[in-house]
Each structure stands twice: as structure tokens, then as C-alpha cells.
């Protein structure tokens, strides 16, 4: 049995919907500062960009 945890991801858009910011802005956040609100995502070979879920929602919860 494996104990690690499954980490859901979200996409870049879903992440823009929580934030109610446009995708837009967290793409050239982490252009510019290599993160958005301290959150890194994961980048897959086709360069989508997956956001840990359980990081964001913690910083919704304050």
C-alpha cells in the first residue's frame, strides 16, 4: 500500500478562477518573480502549468 498522498492539481485557468485574477496575470507573475503568491507549479513537457490544490487552499483560507 502506498502512503503517499495524491496531490491534485489545478490548471492554470482554474487557479485564475479561485484568485479571480486573469490567467494572464499568474503566467507573467511567474515569468517575472518565478512564482505566483509564493505558489510553483509543476511544468509538464508540453509546458502546461499545474498548481498544487492543497497549497492554494491554504492561502484561501488565510
Not at 498522498?5 to 518565478?34: D, H, M, W, Y
Request: charged share 25%; glycine share 6%.
Amino acid at each position: 500500500m502506498n502512503d503517499t498522498p495524491t496531490l491534485s492539481r489545478l490548471s492554470t485557468n482554474e487557479l485564475a478562477a479561485q484568485f479571480r485574477v486573469s490567467p494572464t496575470t499568474i503566467r507573467r507573475a511567474l515569468c517575472v518573480k518565478g512564482h505566483y503568491l509564493g505558489l510553483r507549479p509543476l511544468k509538464l513537457p508540453t509546458g502546461r502549468l499545474l498548481w498544487p490544490a492543497h497549497e492554494v487552499e491554504k492561502l484561501l483560507r488565510g
